[in-house]
């Protein structure tokens, strides 16, 4: 299936395309958000993508469009490198739509899908540890970190337990074979979401560091915008919103709830952003209905202000085994 691009005219009313402008689109995909910004006759666009499959999409739009659009594969958090190798000194939008395109769950050899079956694989970038690399490796105390933080799975430990116990006798291979285990030890009730949703979503946000990068890239991205550019980010769960609202709302200087008996008091650096809107955007029930795929969206958009950027943020997570603890156990 092609990959229907999520709150598109909102993402591009935020960025305001124009002539001469230099935009950033972090997630390349399937060019959605790129094709409506190189549409603006001189907007000059570089595409960032860590799936090597994007190369194809960006193959099409170099065609299109030789003199405005360069793609760089690589990860978004590296966007200041990949900037500066193109011989800019700033950006005037940067652009992330988070997590993974239709095209990368449909592919069961990708091993995104808990309802195809593949290897038990869900690397964006083709390469790294891959999820059963997690699953055969990490010890059950890890695991069950990764899917009640990452997956906010009620039954994570008894999940974790039976992987353990499990693997001893066939180590995990593929998506179904996982995805059967999780549907006989967590159950479930008919009509309700998949038993293993919420064990799939978690191993994809670890095996990819999606939260690490994310944190990484929101740094990158208040270096490389200059005074009036934007930033937005689309996010598809709570744990992404939430890294996404922190990060604006304190560098916008809006530390606390604020009220109308105790506003807030802003005391740390200069606000390096200002909130194009207070709340997040959500897709109409049209687009919803239209894209199903687009219900958990959800839009924030800043502008850069003239202040420096501030120190970059620390990128760990309680509880959770750093990324770090998976390139150990491969090695
Ligand atoms: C939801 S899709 C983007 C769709 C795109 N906006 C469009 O309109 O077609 C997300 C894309 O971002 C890529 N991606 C996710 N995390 C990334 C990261 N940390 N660095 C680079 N690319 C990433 C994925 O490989 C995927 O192709």
Known sequence: MAHIPVLLDEVMTAIRPRAGGLYVDGTLGGGGYARAVLAVEGARLVGIDRDPAAADVAAQLRRLYPDTFAFQQGAFSLMEQIVELSGSDGVDGVMLDLGVSSMQIDE??????????????????????????????????????????????????????????????????STLQLAGMLARVIGGKPGRIHPATRVFQA???????????????????????????VLAVVTFHSLEDRIVKTFLRSRAGLTGQGSRHAPEVHTGPAPSFSLLTRKAIEPSEAEIAANPRARSS????????????????DDGLPGVPPYSRLLECVR
């Open 108 to 173: 069961a050899d990708r091993g995104f899908s808990f309802q195809k079956d593949g290897p038990l694989d869900m690397r964006m970038a083709r390469s790294g540890p891959s999820a059963a690399d997690a699953v055969n490796h990490l010890d059950g105390d890890e695991l069950a970190a990764i899917f009640k933080v990452y997956g906010e799975e009620r039954h994570a430990r008894r999940a974790a337990r039976a992987i353990v116990e499990d693997r001893a006798e066939t180590p995990f291979e």
């Open 203 to 229: 191993l994809r946000i670890y095996v990819n560091d999606e939260l690490g990068e994310l944190v990484r890239a929101l740094d990158a991205a208040e270096r490389i915008l200059k005074p009036a550019g």
């Open 298 to 313: 959800r839009l924030r958009a800043a502008v850069r202000s003239t202040h420096p950027a501030w120190p970059a943020d």
